[in-house]
């Protein structure tokens, strides 16, 4: 059996969908980043970088890289309603817009949340944020236009984990702003969100954001360490 690390305001719900999805058994650990427990003793032991999602396979491997991670399971577990097999046609472009957001929008969404990781003055925070909010919104208006072009899903018609993994940043960015820019984007996160295993993380991520920002209006100076 799986265990998987994860807690309130981390990416593990990306990981739990895809474990729900497949109908894989798991247990899951809760570990409370805001009092940080990331950074316990404990926890450390079993991950040293302190991040989280950490994902234990039934060997004992410890696991980590949310975008890994789904795409791990899902080709261990052949769940190829979720992510094209290495011989399907389909499989460049799912892989090459995975990696797309990995490298180039999770990093900004980490500037977004916690600016105070990558400023020295407190001041400098805001326009940290400014910037990391106008590059994630110029590769969404990119991936905007692939979506208009070949959608409604990045794979066309064929529903993948890269639409779930893509509506998750959505959720936590600026839903109502990036739904209004960006109507091929509107378009895929309704569809998204209709679907019943995505309904309820999708609503919790939401949740989630709202929860984050308004701890970031009253504590500016950073909620998570």
Not at 45 to 58: K, R, S
Not at 59 to 74: F, I, K, N, Q, T
Not at 159 to 175: E, I
Not at 197 to 216: F, I, S
Request: aromatic share 10%; with cysteine; net charge negative.
């Amino acid at each position: 059996m799986y265990i998987l690390y994860g807690g309130d305001f981390t990416r593990a719900p990306l990981v739990q969908w895809v474990l729900e999805e497949g109908g894989i058994e798991y247990e899951l650990r809760k570990i409370d980043i805001l009092n940080g427990e990331n950074r316990s003793a404990e926890f450390l032991a079993v991950n040293p970088a302190g991040l989280i999602p950490v994902l234990i396979t039934p060997e004992g491997d410890v696991l980590y890289e949310v975008a890994a991670l789904m795409v791990y399971l899902a080709d261990r577990h052949r769940l190829e309603d979720l992510a094209p097999s290495s011989a399907d046609p389909d499989r460049g472009l799912f892989l090459s817009t995975v990696f797309h957001i990995a490298g180039d929008i999770q990093p900004e969404m980490k500037r977004f949340h916690f600016p105070h990781r990558f400023s020295l003055r407190r001041e400098d925070d805001i326009g940290i944020q400014d910037l990391a909010k106008s590059l994630v919104l110029s590769r969404l208006g990119v991936m905007d236009g692939r979506l208009a072009k070949r959608g409604p899903y990045v794979l066309g018609s064929r529903f993948s984990l890269v639409d779930f993994y893509l509506c998750f940043w959505v959720a936590y960015l600026d839903r109502r702003t990036v739904c209004m820019r960006f109507p091929a984007i509107a378009t895929l996160y309704n569809m998204v969100r209709s679907r019943p295993g995505a309904t309820r993380y999708l609503q919790e991520t939401e949740g989630m954001a709202d929860a984050y920002a308004e701890m970031m209006n009253t504590s500016p100076g950073g909620v998570i360490a």
